[in-house]
């Protein structure tokens, strides 16, 4: 059991695990300003645009306050697309961001070309397996 516990406790404690709890938090913060971004700017204009209400309700026979509530629908899907284009956006940048401070290391040399025929061939050859020339150091091409 105590194994368990422990094995629990290094997952739990990990860095990925933190960074993905702490993603989790923001995102809920994050997607109560987009709600209420959709809700308090982007619903007006649009509603004085279209001249339609997103608040929008149609009633359905049975109990009452039964409705679709097509309004809330639409803004949930405003806010969802708010949501991921952010997200995009900000994925695209750290993606750039990472790639700035790498240098594109240079592959290591495998192959040189036989001075005779031209074919390549591994480095560390010293005849050419399509013309069968012994290649010596003074030979090869720079």
């Not at 149609?58 to 991921?84: K, Q, R, T, Y």
């Not at 040399?109 to 020339?133: D, G, L, Q, R």
């Amino acid at each position: 059991m105590k194994e368990f516990i422990k094995e629990f406790k290094e997952f739990a404690l990990k860095g990925n695990v933190m960074d993905m709890a702490i993603g989790v938090i923001i995102g809920g913060a994050f997607t109560a300003i987009v709600t209420a971004f959709t809700d308090d700017f982007i619903n007006p204009i649009i509603n004085i645009c279209g001249g339609a209400n997103f608040g929008g309700k149609i009633p359905l026979p049975g109990p009452a306050g039964n409705a679709i509530m097509w309004g809330d629908f639409i803004s949930a899907v405003v806010n969802f697309l708010i949501v991921a284009l952010i997200l995009f956006l900000m994925i695209k940048a750290m993606n750039k961001l990472m790639t700035l401070g790498k240098k594109e290391e240079e592959a290591p040399v495998t192959e040189k070309t036989c001075p005779f025929c031209y074919s390549k061939i591994n480095i560390k050859a010293t005849h050419c397996p399509h013309c069968t020339m012994e290649i010596r150091p003074q030979d090869e091409l720079k």
